[in-house]
């Protein structure tokens, strides 16, 4: 059964920093893409980073790439999502999310539809 758990979200100021966690267990954490995908309230899914199974390769959704760092420790299996900077626009919920299959290539994984396994969320929100 696969299992992501996310952590890390809370209340901060703008211009603050979080670091995200998610552990994963289940599936084969060396080969799988992972990724993270936020929500915000009354919004849609959104893309915010993808990596992949070996943790080489790493892409980001639109204006995402310069405040945003995805990470994971294999050994850990746990992945991480580096957010600086903070901006009040990016509060809501960040999930961590597996494809379905392993996969060589992430440009496909830019669609929220495309992710099978999801997280809970972990809240952000970003306020003075």
């Known amino acids: 059964q696969v299992q992501l758990v996310e952590s890390g979200g809370a209340l901060v100021q703008p211009g603050g920093s979080l670091r995200l966690s998610c552990t994963v267990s289940g599936l084969p954490f060396a080969t799988y893409p992972m990724g993270w995908l936020r929500q915000a309230p009354g919004a849609e899914r959104q893309f915010v980073a993808a990596?992949?199974?070996?943790?080489?390769?790493?892409l980001y959704g639109d204006f995402m790439k310069d405040r945003f760092t995805i990470s994971k420790d294999i050994a850990d299996r746990t992945m991480y999502l580096e957010i600086t900077n903070l901006k009040p626009e990016d509060t809501g919920l960040y999930y961590c999310?597996?494809?379905?299959?392993?996969?060589?290539?992430?440009?496909?994984?830019?669609?929220?539809?495309?992710?099978?396994?999801w997280g809970r969320g972990t809240e952000v929100v970003v306020s003075a």
């Open positions: 999310a597996a494809p379905p299959r392993p996969s060589n290539t992430l440009l496909h994984l830019t669609t929220p539809s495309e992710w099978a396994y």
């Open positions: 990596i992949s199974g070996p943790g080489t390769t790493r």
